[in-house]
């Protein structure tokens, strides 16, 4: 393995107690060669010798530590997303003390006190990310300064990677009416009250939840929170209409608005998805299907993440005729 | 992160540390280290206790400690000792205010420099067990702080940070690494040498140098064996072992004047000191190893015969010189006749050369001879009052200024090692016109207890005197050393083997590492080599061989038996992983404990409430069952924090719980008692 693999974007450098404690060798060297006195040579060799060592060590560690994040499948605008990273200490040797995870700005991102040989450390890292859309993650730095601190060493553990951030979604759900679907209908229908249906299954709390589908005792009793699904009555599909055209797509105060679209859109698929009822989705020209279960939200919301606003002259939104509809544009739901 | 109180103890506990050598050191005054140690005790018991004076009161204290450096010495005694005391003082101040982290860190630049002039200034062999400690001390610091700096939590659950065997282990191969560092320094010396005369040792030396003051170290290398090839008793006249004696006194310096040699031509591969008699009946045979020969053979008065390989010579003063052999043991016989030196020459000019006539010491030497007038008189009178009136140290202490040493041992000092006695009483002899001369050699040894056999050591080197009372009685012996200070003769017991191997272990600190110097180093350099070279040799050697198989033996065994040991050797017995971690284990455990005792454990019971039954059953195990509970709970539905890796930490707390619950079956057993009872 070459210097370059196993040190991706090395960097090195001397700290200030790294430059004192080299000074204070010098100092003592002199003094020690000056007296011959044996002790000063003792410690000057000492000194010199846990040089040696630190150096070797978090050389070492740095070489045989290895870091991996992964990122939940599902990342939202303005939710804290938790990161897993997990630190592996593959030397057989030498114990890994004071790992810093730092992100490009340089925040640490996480700090290790040791991970054993051998062994493994697993952590969870709060990430917001605030718009949607493609956002760069890394390149984080693994910074080792220990044992003695005289040198900084980093190599770069986490290389600049791309990440989908779907829509921000609302605490509540937005108040709609249908169209085109045989006459105006409250959008009641799609909030959910949280009490009626059969169960339908137990699962794990994912964001976005609802707090009210909590089940208390069985969150109890497994010690991490669950939520009951529910069967509802049988809803037929409906399509949510974005339409992105905008006079003056530059505005600022316009795509302030268009955000503000997007995210009642994201959420209202979120709900729907969540209680099975199918959901198709039409931005500008493009038609998405109805789909009903939640494992196909990516479908939908991918798209909404993606959804720029354009300018006027733009294609009108595709036509559904004979199909519930909900349009959605800058100047409020239609 | 560490609290400043927490900082404030650690610096106590270093300070009281680094000051550990102080009270068995000279260079620092007690006052001194006695303030500094006073403020370190203050910081280790009251950490909370910051002081905070004006900047008038500082100023004061810093005038304060400059009265003090100055009322204890100044610079009279060299830079040395007042700027440890005004380190001391400093540092004893300066780790009081201490009052956050920078404070603190710029008080450990203080604290180390103190425990650097505790090293320095160290000689005895202890010294290296405290420097190692220290080591280990100065790693677990130096983490410790570094954690402790980017913001890591060193005192969370479980064991703290960092780990003392990762610590050890990683000063134990610094120090490894650091041998070989010690090894090839330069030596070089320096003109302003300041600790050039410290640290000598005792042993022979082929001239005298009364300048070289400071604290003599005995050194127990042994210097020469002696055995009586027959069987004979060495007799004690035999355990006083002459090397030459020196004629010329040059301000402190006594050296031979190595004119006139006259070489010694053997006879049958005898050399003969004393007229040939061609019979060596009824003389003691002795064989003499010679370990580190310095010039001239070490020769019991009264040698009549030599057998050597070596060529010979001999001098105006009855020593026999040698050729120079660097490092080579030399063996030798030796025939002992009656107590008579060879070559008898009568005393010369320079026997009662002085290089300046010192009026003190000539009215001291008058004054101590009073009204005698003949030369044995008057020696004997010197003699008895050097024995009487001064002492004996191997401490000579520290001259003020460039005065003669034998005057200053004289006038001043009034103790000293056994070269100022011998110096001192050539002078005063020399100064009422008598002939003297310092001879060198060695006296006593450890002796075997069949008498035949005496080890001698550097410890026993020795100086004493001879005076020339006339052509009959010729140069005779005189030792004004206090009988305290002459190396004597000492039996060979079990414990004497025990003092011995100490001794040993002394020499090996004295010359491997005190005095280790650039000819022990080009020693090493030479042994290196004559090793390479002798290799191809050794491989030929069976012995060599069946060691190296033995070795490589117990180094496969050693392997073996770590791979059993961690259960990898047996690939088909593969090591039981349990999926549930230690604290899951040990919650079980204290379920089935809570059974007996009434506790209602169903199988859906969870974590905490198993924690709150035994928390209420056994009160004084609440704690420990708590960070049981919080171990337990992170260990099944944490998303960090490891597993099956804190099992050592849970032993300890299982331990604790079962403490509790045992204080519990007591109490209730004593309650029980005492209901019967009543």
Redesign the interface.
Known sequence: MSFADAFPGFRLRLTRWGALYIAGCVVLGLAAVNTGNNALMSMLAMALGSYVISGTWSRQVLASVDVQVSLPKEVFAGRATYAQVEVTNRSRLFPAYGLVLRAPDGAAVLTEGLVDRGSKRRRSVEMVFHRRGWRSVGPWRLEVLLPLGFFLKSKEVLPDQRVLVLPRLLESEPVLELSNGGGARSMELFSDRGREGEVSQLRDYRDGDDHRQLHWKQTARQQRPIVVDRQHAAEGPVYLVLDPRAPDPGDTEVQDRFEIVVSEIATVVVRRLRRMAPVGLVVGPLVVPPVRDPRQSGRLLRILAEVELVGPDSADPAELHGQPVVTFSIGGAG | VIGVAALRRQLGWLLLWALLPMPFMYIVLPPFWLIAGAAAVLLVLQPDRVLRPSKTILNLIGVLILVAVVAAGGLNIGPLRPLGHLLLLLTAVRVLLVDDRRGFLRSLALVGMVW?VS????THMV?ALY?LAS?GI??WV??RL??D??????EGRGRG???TG?VLV??G???????P??LV??????P?????SF?RSTGFSPDVDLGKLGRLTESQEVALIVTSTRGDEIEPSMTRLRGTAFDQVMAGSFIPRRTELRALEPSRGIVWLQPETGSLDGLVELEIDLLRPRRYLMLPRGTVAIQAETRMALDLYGGVLIGYRRGQPLRYRVWVGEDRLPNVAPPSARDVLLPRDNPQVRALAQTVAGDRRSARARADAIERHLQTEYNYSLNSGVRISNVDPVAWFLLERKEGHCEFFAGAMVVMLRHLEVPARMVAGYSGGDISPAGDELVVREANAHAWVEVWLGPDAGWVAYDPTPPAGVPGLGAVSGMERVRWAWQQLELLWDQR?????LGEQIDLVDGAIELLHRIPELLHRPSVVRAAVVVAAIVAFSVLLRLWWKRRFLPWRPQKRSAVGPASRAMRRLARALIPVGGVVPP?A??RSIGGQAASFWPQSAAAVDELVERA?DE??G????HN?DAAEIARLWKRIRAGMKSRELTVTAHRQSTVDS
């Open positions: 650097v090293v320095a200034s160290s010294a420097f080591a100065g790693w130096g983490v570094h954690l700096g980017v913001g890591i939590e060193l940070l960092p780990r990762h990683a000063a191969l610094a120090f490894l690494i650091a041998v560092f010690f320094m330069p030596r070089l010396g320096s302003w040498v300041a600790g050039r640290g590492l005190l005095t280790f110097g859906w969870t974590v709970e099944l539905y998303i960090d924090g490891e890796r």
